[in-house]
């Protein structure tokens, strides 16, 4: 389980050292895909299986599905973490999501999420005086 954010730079070649409280839980191959809200998700070996289980089970003959599945897949790499516990994110992420030097990454359960800094502030800035209500309508969990 992954939780808590953390502050890191990209280096110049745009490696990106994961925080040693995350590395400990990782595995050597982790993967990289597009995620939501501006955010790139990062999910390890058993978390990205489990993700693309649930993939596989999508009605591919619904063109949402198929839209969604090309798109999502599309975007995801492969990466290796280094002896350094670095990973190196791929240019087309970097241009594509608008990704500084000064990023954010943070715990979101089964996977971590790797953000630009000014947008997971304004992210942050736009949903924290709301978070009450969100948590209100979301209801009891069982």
Same mark, same amino acid.
């Given at each position: 389980?992954? #939780? ?30 597009? /995620?939501?809200? /501006? ?8 978390? #990205? *299986?489990?993700?693309?289980? @649930?993939?596989?089970?999508?009605? #591919? ?13 599309? *975007? ?8 350094? /516990? ?8 970097? *241009?594509?999501? *608008?990704? /500084? @030097? ?5 715990g979101a359960v089964d ?5 630009? @800094? @000014? ?11 709301? #978070? ?11």
């Amino acid at each position: 389980m992954f #939780f808590g954010s953390y502050s890191h730079s990209l280096d110049d070649k745009n490696r990106l050292m994961i925080p040693s409280k995350m590395r400990e839980s990782l595995s050597s191959k982790l993967f990289m895909m597009r /995620g939501f809200d /501006g955010a790139i998700s990062v999910y390890e070996q058993d978390a #990205f *299986n489990a993700l693309m289980a @649930k993939l596989e089970k999508m009605a #591919f003959l619904k063109k949402d599905t198929r839209s969604f599945l090309r798109t999502q897949l599309a *975007n995801t790499y492969e990466l290796d973490v280094d002896k350094l /516990g670095r990973i190196q994110i791929p240019t087309p992420i970097i *241009n594509k999501f *608008n990704i /500084g @030097k000064e990023v954010i990454v943070l715990g979101a359960v089964d996977h971590i999420e790797i953000w630009d @800094k @000014k947008a997971y502030e304004a992210y942050q800035a736009e949903n924290e005086a709301r #978070f009450e209500d969100i948590a209100e309508s979301l209801g009891d969990v069982d």
